[in-house]
């Protein structure tokens, strides 16, 4: 099984566009700059990210996407680190 970089998901999902593809960057871009924001506007987030977990539950193709990415991001961050 081949494993994919970040960068290689952020770019096939920026190709690919719709839905899943729109709210993937997105939630990388946004989870990427979050070590950036000032408290206001991590917390914010947060909620944003919460919200989503919630819209997740309903079937959005755009939250699946939004929430695929900041997970990729965060382990990213987190391998980053090693």
Do not use: C, H, W
């Amino acid at each position: 099984m081949q494993k994919y970089t970040f960068k290689q998901k952020i770019d096939y999902n920026r190709k690919r566009g719709g839905a899943f593809g729109n709210g993937y960057v997105a939630g990388a871009k946004m989870y990427t700059d979050y070590p950036k924001f000032d408290k206001d506007m991590q917390n914010k987030v947060k909620k944003l990210i919460s919200s989503f977990s919630q819209t997740v539950k309903l079937g959005s193709e755009s939250a699946k996407g939004f929430l695929s990415g900041v997970r990729d991001a965060a382990n990213e961050r987190k391998n980053a680190r090693r």
